[in-house]
């Protein structure tokens, strides 16, 4: 009788490094405020007519009260602030790069990346996977992690995911997946988001949301790790469910799908949501993720130290937490960044992660978690060694 050989257990994952960068420019609120402020004025008054006709409805002039109020936000980092202040452009206005010259993601990442190595205790030249996860790529291809790896000096593979702002869980996931595997032992995850790219900063809803930097993460075999942090990966999970209310339809289709006389409307291609569908829809279904994952593992929510949760909105991220403790977190349980960083998409969480744990202790318990577009939601359920 044949018998079977008893698999040999999986390797134990670790997160052994992270790293964080972000542009030296900030805008405050009240920035954002004047300048939108202007760009609405001549907007309302332009279209004057048409708006007496009722054929289209006045822009709302913004203000700081509601940015707080309505998302906790109080400042960005951006890779370019004159354009986005100038009342006749509301975008940044970056330099076109040529190809022999490192591309503006490829650069944003490597201080980040090279933080995250230095502590793992690793060198470029070990690396032997690189996954670039964010919200908006800035081209199809050659892939931008290919260029990464090109300019640390890495080996093995890499390639481009997008999940949106679950990007940097969906790839973390996936490098924990190749570790165990076997087709990689040092997985760097880097998550260049410029997001002000795709923003909306001509509508008072959404002017307000982004902010830019780059995040890095180091994950090894715990066999292999010698950095003087570790933290152990318990367990991944992720969920997905379609869903129009965060939508950005900026595509290589874009040229080919008009017709004549039927062009796109701008604002369709970048950010739009349906916020207060959004806000009813993603809490109910980010706790019950977390709350079944935590149950997957035997680990009881008031078990967890802290959440690392994605940084969107300050009033998302109370009320998943409440559905996962049953009370409203203290700030030391779900620290916030959004107040200084806005939404970086799937850079928020891992911000997070990297600002708030050097205070935790060796068998605390973590949960970094992103939510967003898709929908879609991540989690990674950490315990520091």
């Given at each position: 009788?044949l018998?079977?050989m008893?698999?040999?257990?999986?390797p134990?994952?670790?997160?052994s490094?992270?790293?964080?960068?972000?542009?030296?420019?900030?805008?405050?609120?009240?920035?954002?405020?004047?300048?939108?402020?202007?760009?609405?004025?001549?907007?309302?008054d332009?279209?004057?007519?048409?708006?007496?006709?009722?054929?289209?409805?006045?822009?709302?002039?913004?203000?700081?009260?509601?940015?707080?109020?309505?998302?906790?936000?109080?400042?960005?980092?951006?890779m370019?602030?004159?354009g986005?202040?100038?009342?006749?452009?509301?975008?940044?206005?970056?330099?076109l790069?040529?190809?022999d010259?490192?591309?503006?993601?490829?650069?944003?990442?490597?201080?980040a990346?090279?933080e995250?190595?230095?502590q793992?205790?690793?060198?470029?030249?070990e690396?032997?996977?690189?996954?670039?996860?964010?919200?908006?790529l800035?081209?199809?291809y050659?892939?931008?992690?290919?260029?990464?790896?090109?300019?640390?000096?890495?080996?093995?593979w890499?390639?481009?995911?997008?999940v949106?702002?679950?990007?940097?869980?969906?790839?973390?996931q996936?490098?924990?997946?190749?570790?165990r595997?076997?087709?990689?032992?040092?997985?760097?995850?880097?998550?260049?988001?410029?997001?002000?790219?795709?923003?909306?900063?001509?509508?008072?809803?959404?002017?307000f949301?982004?902010?830019?930097?780059?995040?890095?993460?180091?994950?090894?075999?715990a066999?292999d790790?010698?950095?003087?942090?570790?933290?152990?990966?318990?367990?991944?999970?992720?969920?997905t469910?379609?869903?129009?209310?965060?939508?950005?339809?900026?595509?290589?289709?874009?040229?080919?799908?008009a017709r004549?006389?039927?062009?796109?409307?701008?604002?369709d291609?970048?950010?739009?949501?349906?916020?207060?569908?959004?806000?009813?829809?993603?809490?109910?279904?980010?706790?019950?993720h977390?709350?079944?994952?935590?149950?997957?593992?035997s680990?009881?929510?008031?078990?967890?130290?802290?959440?690392?949760?994605?940084?969107?909105?300050?009033?998302?991220?109370?009320?998943?937490?409440?559905?996962v403790?049953?009370?409203?977190?203290?700030?030391?349980?779900a620290?916030?960044?959004?107040?200084?960083?806005?939404?970086?998409?799937?850079?928020?969480?891992?911000?997070?992660?990297h600002?708030?744990?050097?205070?935790?202790?060796?068998?605390?318990?973590?949960?970094?978690?992103?939510f967003?577009?898709?929908?879609?939601?991540?989690?990674?359920?950490?315990?520091k060694?």
């Open positions: 009788m018998r079977c008893p698999l040999p257990a999986a134990t994952v670790v997160i490094g992270t790293g964080l960068s972000h542009p030296p420019h900030t805008i405050s609120n009240a920035e954002l405020v004047a300048s939108l402020t202007e760009s609405v004025l001549r907007w309302n332009e279209h004057a007519d048409e708006i007496a006709r009722g054929e289209l409805a006045a822009r709302p002039v913004p203000d700081e009260e509601f940015i707080v109020k309505a998302s906790g936000i109080r400042s960005r980092y951006v370019e602030k004159q986005v202040l100038d009342p006749d452009r509301m975008r940044p206005l970056l330099p790069r040529s190809e010259e490192l591309g503006i993601q490829a650069e944003m990442a490597i201080p990346i090279m995250a190595l230095d793992a205790g690793r060198r470029p030249d690396v032997d996977a690189i996954i670039v996860g964010c919200s908006n800035q081209r199809a050659p892939a931008v992690s290919i260029e990464i790896q090109h300019a640390l000096g890495a080996g093995g890499a390639y481009d995911m997008n949106a702002c679950s990007s940097a869980t969906f790839s973390m996936a490098a924990a997946d190749a570790l595997s076997g087709s990689a032992r040092c997985v760097v995850v880097v998550n260049p988001e410029i997001t002000s790219g795709h923003n909306n900063f001509e509508l008072r809803d959404f002017h949301i982004f902010g830019d930097a780059c995040t890095a993460v180091v994950m090894e075999r066999d790790a010698t950095g003087a942090e570790r933290w152990v990966v318990l367990g991944t999970k992720l969920e469910q379609f869903s129009n209310n965060i939508r950005n339809d900026f595509g290589f289709l874009n040229s080919s799908e004549p006389g039927e062009e796109r409307d701008p604002h291609l970048i950010f739009r949501q349906r916020g207060q569908q959004v806000f009813k829809e993603v809490c109910p279904m980010v706790a019950t977390i709350t079944g994952h935590l149950d997957a593992l680990l009881d929510a008031a078990a967890v130290r802290r959440f690392w949760l994605h940084q969107a909105n300050l009033k998302m991220n109370q009320l998943i937490a409440k559905g403790l049953g009370r409203v977190p203290t700030d030391d349980e620290p916030v960044v959004l107040d200084e960083f806005a939404n970086t998409s799937s850079a928020g969480s891992v911000i997070a992660f600002r708030h744990r050097a205070d935790l202790v060796s068998g605390d318990v973590g949960v970094i978690c992103s967003g577009a898709g929908y879609s939601v991540g989690s990674i359920v950490a315990r060694c």
